[in-house]
């Protein structure tokens, strides 16, 4: 069984930082995409970042270009999303997710695992 346990979320200041670490167990992930979601207050949940566990190839959305990096440690079976520059648009709930395949998505319904979720909040 897939278990995703996200962490790291919490409040922080605009233009701040943080980094939300998401330790997947369960399964061997060599042939699995990781990926970050986020749904803001009131809104539908969005695509934030992708990475394929053993290449390591990354996909973004616009909105976070240049300013979040995902990461795995292969050996710790833990994938990161370094936020930087943070802005009040970014507030969300941040949801860790896991799928089979290497093919990048962005769409949520392709994502079979999912973790519970932590909290960024971002003041102005």
């Known amino acids: 069984q897939v278990q995703l346990v996200e962490s790291g979320g919490g409040l922080v200041q605009a233009g701040g930082s943080l980094r939300l670490s998401c330790a997947a167990s369960g399964r061997t992930f060599s042939s699995y995409t990781m990926g970050w979601f986020r749904q803001p207050p009131g809104k539908e949940r969005e695509f934030v970042s992708s990475i394929t566990w053993s290449a390591g190839s990354t996909y973004y959305a616009d909105s976070v270009k240049g300013r979040f990096t995902i990461s795995r440690d292969v050996a710790k079976n833990t994938v990161y999303l370094q936020m930087t520059s943070l802005k009040s648009e970014d507030t969300a709930v941040y949801y860790c997710?896991?799928?089979?395949?290497?093919?990048?998505?962005?769409?949520?319904?392709?994502?079979?695992?999912w973790g519970q979720g932590t909290q960024v909040t971002v003041s102005s």
């Open positions: 997710a896991a799928r089979r395949g290497i093919l990048a998505t962005m769409r949520g319904d392709d994502y079979a695992y």
